[in-house]
């Protein structure tokens, strides 16, 4: 056998080199090609098979009634002190490419109240907005806008709550003519229009007035143009009004 070749019944020569020379190198040109076909087709396969982007949380996805019906659920185990164990870890990871809250609340800067616990939402669930008197004005409008329009959020809860104090100090100083220190005064005329569509009416003028400026910034933001009045329109989003209770966590949303 030839030590060169291999074949046990050739003549080992120039020629017989040329021909090895010849036949090596074909093979290794078709090796080639092969190849580089091969690794072409694998990245045709992986392009194909690449799924599309998908939400960060899928669960999230829904018609705004199903997202209010999941909200007040959240609601029922919370007061009934029956949350849910949230895996933080698990949730950080999966939210680091993005976000699709499933609702958007805006609420009254109180530290009594927390939508995150009252509704038992994990990351990611609630896009949150917090101003005294929860107050609908252009730049928490802008941000609901961007939760509507870019995270295709479904859902506004106005939650306002009992014994807020920006309602009983816009009424003191509306009924005393009285001028707050600061910035409040502009709190005072945000409240106002609140304050006197309740006067006279039976019941009492705090928790009137609290309500009605829920109310009020619910249907200030259903006709907000040109973004959240068409969302509106269209039924992609829907813009609910609500009261916290304080002494059970209930939260009762207004007809």
């Known amino acids: 056998m030839c030590q060169a070749c291999g074949f046990t019944d050739v003549i ?34 992986s392009k194909q098979a690449k799924p599309s982007s998908a939400p960060p949380k899928p669960d999230n996805v829904m018609n705004p009634d199903d997202a209010l019906a999941r909200l007040m659920e959240g609601n029922r185990r919370y007061q009934k002190g029956i949350a849910r164990r949230h895996d933080f870890f698990a949730e950080r990871e999966a939210l680091v490419s993005g976000q699709n809250p499933y609702a958007a609340i805006l609420s009254c800067a109180d530290s009594r109240i927390a939508p995150e616990y009252a509704f038992d939402s994990s990351r990611g669930d609630l896009f949150v907005v917090r101003v005294a008197g929860n107050v609908a004005n252009p730049y928490n409008i802008a941000s609901l806008e961007y939760a509507v329009e870019v995270l295709k959020t479904p859902l506004i809860l106005v939650l306002c709550h009992e014994a807020c104090g920006a309602v009983k100090s816009a009424i003191s100083s509306i009924q005393d003519h009285t001028t707050l220190p600061g910035h409040l005064p502009t709190l005072v005329a945000a409240l106002t229009p609140a304050v006197e569509a309740v006067r006279g009416r039976q019941g009492d003028l705090q928790e009137n007035a609290t309500a009605e400026n829920a109310r009020m910034c619910a249907r200030m933001l259903e006709t907000a143009t040109p973004l959240l009045s068409a969302a509106v329109n269209e039924k992609r989003v829907k813009v609910v009004s609500g009261i916290y209770r304080l002494a059970d966590g209930r939260v009762d949303l207004f007809a």
């Open 12 to 45: 080992h020569g120039s020629k017989m080199r040329r021909r090895a020379f010849v036949f090596g190198a074909a093979t290794a040109g078709a090796l080639t090609v092969v190849g580089s076909a091969s690794a072409q087709g694998r990245k045709s396969q």
